[in-house]
């Protein structure tokens, strides 16, 4: 029996089952998870979460412009495709100096499905800060899981391995969102500051320099 599917790509039955497998029973995914068969399947996987993500990125999106909106449903499900690629070779490093000895393959493979909490991870961001790092804390988890149920790491050495990397990627992932925010303030006060009336040569090179000085704080000091 064919299960009826939106997109002509991905049969969105199995694709909701494999989802909802990573999400909830990660390690009895990995466990089964075929370690053969091609790139196609787990890539198209991506794409329909890069679809899913997009969509939840470009509801946010409208209220900034119609055509942030459309770009972000255009480009998001192609950006994500890329980095499946990029961040599947960074873990193939990895595990292979833990000592894995599965191909590039089943790295790609343990990395795309991975890709399902993206959805919910997106939706967590919006918790400043915390919300960042419980995606972080949940990526590295299911690497974790990957590493033990699939590389047959020891889950010692994996324990150590993924979560030095998690207290890394969460400062790292703080840092630039302390940033980021400093950085939108200033702007904001920028913005306050040019839409008041009769503004004076004075005043705009002030509010100019002003907005530099903040965009200066709001760099991370050198060497961090």
Request: net charge neutral; with cysteine.
């Amino acid at each position: 029996m064919n299960h009826p599917s939106t997109f002509p790509f991905i049969d969105l039955q199995m694709f909701k089952a494999q989802a909802l497998a990573v999400i909830t029973k990660p390690a009895d995914f990995f466990r089964a998870m075929p370690l053969t068969g091609g790139l196609k399947e787990p890539f198209l996987f991506v794409v329909a979460v890069g679809i899913i993500a997009a969509v939840l990125q470009a509801v946010f999106a409208v209220f900034i412009s119609i055509g942030t909106a459309v770009a972000t449903l255009l480009f998001t499900p192609v950006i994500l495709g890329i980095f499946s690629f990029v961040g599947a070779g960074v873990a193939f490093l990895i595990w292979k100096m833990m000592g894995s000895s599965h191909n590039y393959e089943v790295a790609y493979r343990c990395i795309a499905y991975s890709f399902a909490i993206l959805p919910i991870n997106l939706i967590l961001s919006v918790i400043p800060y915390a919300g960042g790092v419980a995606g972080t804390a949940w990526g590295m988890y299911l690497a974790y899981v990957a590493s033990v149920e699939v590389h047959r790491i020891a889950a010692q050495k994996a324990k150590w391995v993924w979560g030095i990397l998690f207290v890394v990627s969460a400062l790292m992932g703080i840092q630039s969102e302390v940033t980021t925010r400093r950085m939108e303030n200033a702007l904001q006060q920028l913005e306050q500051q040019v839409g008041k009336d009769g503004i004076t040569p004075e005043e705009a090179s002030r509010i100019t320099a002003e907005f530099l000085q903040g965009l200066k704080n709001a760099a991370p000091p050198d060497g961090q």
